[in-house]
């Protein structure tokens, strides 16, 4: 190394800076040749150019990286071990370096993550799959897949005794949607070895109700044997009804729920319209203010003061504005048939 050579942890490469012939100050073809970091410095400046020329989209960390790549290791004598033996290579095309640019390609950037698939159905109780048909007292649902959800916690198999009713593993739930109060309601799951369950209340809190494991493990209306059967339920009004499909030991597959509504009930009619409000009576009309005394009206002689002029009933008030009055004990006001007694007086030469 050169005795004026940087050295220390704050070095990260050296460069030929000793008897360096470089461009001079004296005129466009003036050389001289002198020494110093002032001439290692420009061959880095150098090569870094080089670097960026054939990787245009490399930042200040990706070159560097690449000069320190390309440099040659250890071969720079009289170093303090707490420095760096690193020294500048400017031989871009070596095809033993190559991957000194590869390297320090900056990575492809992180595609966008996709956004979430939207819950599936059936999946829990608050998106449970509606099920139910009122204009019909059997209605079936076809489930191609029963592993989307995850039952209740508080399972009571004591509710199917009798059957070998689980109630673990992934589920599918139900919404009973045609709901016929004091109806007897049966329920059959068939398609493999099926969990049934039904559960009353909200999601919140859920009573479960019944359940079965197998009672038609003679295949009954099922085209495989241990099939589901829940029988004679009877739905309240104004309760609302969860099914919880599942299977043997965990087991899920390809099912189909069937509800039959007792032969002699009628198909839940659908909710009627609240009806409009009937409209209140109309506000009563004002009684008016009692048309003033004009003592210059005949009150004798049959005249009235209408706030305008004097005249007669039949002058001021014709029967045709209102043939719904009783003339003439009964006058016209411009909104109803009043009292002529309530909205005129006689004059006070009158009385």
């Avoid at 466009?28 to 960026?52: E, F, K, L, N, W």
């Avoid at 590869?102 to 799959?129: I, K, R, V, W, Y």
């Avoid at 493999?192 to 009353?200: A, G, K």
Wanted: proline fraction near 12%; include cysteine.
């Amino acid at each position: 190394k050169s005795g004026f050579s940087n050295h220390g942890t704050c070095v990260d490469i050296h460069a030929p800076g000793s008897g360096i012939t470089a461009a001079w100050v004296g005129s466009d073809s003036d050389t001289t040749t002198i020494s110093g970091t002032s001439m290692a410095c420009p061959h880095v400046a150098g090569v870094a150019a080089q670097i960026r020329a054939l990787r245009p989209n490399f930042g200040p960390g990706q070159v560097t990286t690449s000069l320190l790549c390309f440099a040659t290791p250890d071969i720079i004598s009289g170093l303090p071990s707490n420095t760096v033996n690193e020294l500048l290579f400017n031989d871009l095309d070596d095809a033993a370096l190559s991957e000194c640019l590869q390297a320090s390609s900056p990575a492809p950037p992180t595609p966008p993550s996709p956004p979430p698939l939207p819950p599936n159905p059936g999946s829990s109780c608050e998106l449970a799959h509606s099920f139910g048909d009122s204009s019909t007292n059997t209605f079936s649902l076809d489930i191609s897949d029963t592993s989307v959800g995850v039952g209740p916690p508080g399972y009571d198999p004591s509710l199917c005794s009798g059957t070998w009713f689980t109630g673990s593993g992934a589920v599918y739930w139900l919404k009973l949607d045609d709901v016929r109060p004091g109806v007897s309601l049966d329920l059959t799951a068939c398609g493999f070895d099926t969990d049934l369950s039904i559960f009353r209340g909200s999601c919140d809190s859920l009573e479960q109700v019944a359940c079965d494991g197998d009672s038609l493990d003679d295949e009954g209306s099922c085209s495989v044997s241990y099939g589901s059967l829940i029988d004679t339920v009877l739905p309240e009004a104004g309760v609302q009804y969860y099914i919880v499909l599942g299977g043997f030991n965990g087991d899920t597959g390809t099912a189909t729920l069937t509800g039959t509504y007792a032969a002699s009930s009628s198909p839940s009619p659908p909710p009627s319209p609240s009806p409009s409000p009937s409209p209140g009576p109309g506000p009563s009309p004002p009684p008016g203010e009692p048309l003033p005394i004009c003592k210059g009206c005949n009150f004798a002689a049959g005249e009235y003061w209408n706030g305008v002029t004097c005249g007669t009933l039949e002058e001021l008030f014709p029967p045709r504005t209102c043939t719904a009055c009783d003339y003439p004990t009964e006058v016209w006001n411009g909104q109803a048939c009043v009292l002529l007694s309530d909205y005129v007086s006689p004059p006070a030469s009158a009385a």
